[in-house]
């Protein structure tokens, strides 16, 4: 007899044919959890037609990403109104689901990724369908929680959800200043794929990536949006170019939801006349972000706010000196 503990994973950021590098701390968390526990990830995919129409690969069932299946949720939404709204559009998303009976078989639990919008509208499906709710709360509430209306909203889920875990102590503390219950509230770091990041010696990393030798590297890692402050590292990068003209700046990672970001730092390079020493690199996989980790001579982060910052412990677990 199968008695293992049967899993509902709610999360909008997963890994997606269009990027690969989407959530990818949420999906290594799952297939973990997938080794021990029947999981199936529902990711809500939100669309509004003509203005944001739903992707090709959303259109179907779902997908498989090695051992853990997704199921594609087509969340009606409206893009940049009625924000107060989307836990809302991503419950009825999650009940559509249901009714078509996508789903094999019943759950044992709702668990939800980010308060919000997914944890509000997961925890109404769990309540609905009598059954516990956890929710995993990644560093975005912190913004949501200056909104009152949506405030609210994530302050009943924490008040009343089974278990509630943060993935730094700093929010473990926001979550209980709202209401989080501390006997049901517990830390659990993003984990990192320690086969894809480990020590690799310098000099073979910069000849395998045609990187020059006696530069001073300097890698940052984030998606090109402007919560990353990206255009903070140019700025300080044309400041030690002052200094020390062998610098390069290797900016990993690729366009997100704010379109005009990259715009306006390929901008800030010509303005600042450094176009010689950046290069952006883009989306690429785990292995190749390892590479360059590892032939960097610093890591430099300068995001105003993160939970817990994958490209951080992947920096530390390559023994990159940081800068944050």
């Excluded at 890994?15 to 529902?42: C, E, H, Q, W």
Aim: proline share 4%; charged share 25%; aromatic share 8%.
């Amino acid at each position: 007899m199968n008695t293992k503990l049967s899993v509902a994973s709610v999360c909008r950021t997963l890994p997606t044919p269009d990027d690969s590098a989407s959530g990818v701390f949420v999906y290594r968390r799952l297939a973990a959890l997938a080794k021990i526990a029947n999981v199936r990830a529902v990711q809500p995919v939100p669309y509004f037609p003509a203005i944001a129409p739903l992707p090709e690969w959303a259109r179907n069932g779902g997908r498989r990403l090695a051992n853990l299946y997704v199921h594609n949720a087509p969340m009606l939404y409206v893009p940049k109104l009625f924000k107060s709204l989307d836990g809302l559009w991503l419950y009825r998303a999650l009940r559509v689901l249901n009714q078509n009976c996508s789903m094999e078989r019943q759950f044992d639990v709702i668990d939800a990724h980010f308060g919000y919008p997914d944890g509000v509208g997961a925890f109404v499906a769990a309540k609905r369908l009598g059954i516990p709710f956890f929710v995993t709360l990644r560093g975005f509430e912190a913004e949501y929680l200056e909104r009152r209306l949506i405030r609210e909203q994530i302050e009943h889920v924490i008040r009343n959800a089974d278990g509630c875990i943060c993935v730094s102590h700093f929010l473990k503390e926001i979550a209980i200043r709202h209401g989080a219950d501390e006997r049901k509230t517990t830390v659990i770091h993003n984990g990192i794929d320690r086969e894809a990041f480990r020590p690799s010696d310098q000099t073979r990393q910069r000849n395998e990536l045609s990187l020059p030798s006696d530069a001073k590297i300097i890698v940052s890692v984030g998606s090109l949006i402007s919560r990353k402050r990206h255009h903070v590292v140019l700025s300080a990068l044309a400041r030690v170019l002052e200094h020390n003209a062998d610098t390069l700046l290797l900016i990993i990672g690729g366009e997100a939801f704010e379109s005009d970001y990259p715009k306006r730092l390929h901008k800030q390079v010509r303005d600042l006349a450094i176009g010689d020493s950046v290069r952006f690199i883009g989306n690429i996989d785990a292995d190749r972000v390892s590479a360059y980790l590892n032939a960097a001579d610093l890591f430099v982060l300068c995001s105003s706010r993160e939970g817990c910052c994958n490209a951080v412990l992947e920096a530390l677990a390559c023994g990159c000196l940081l800068y944050t």
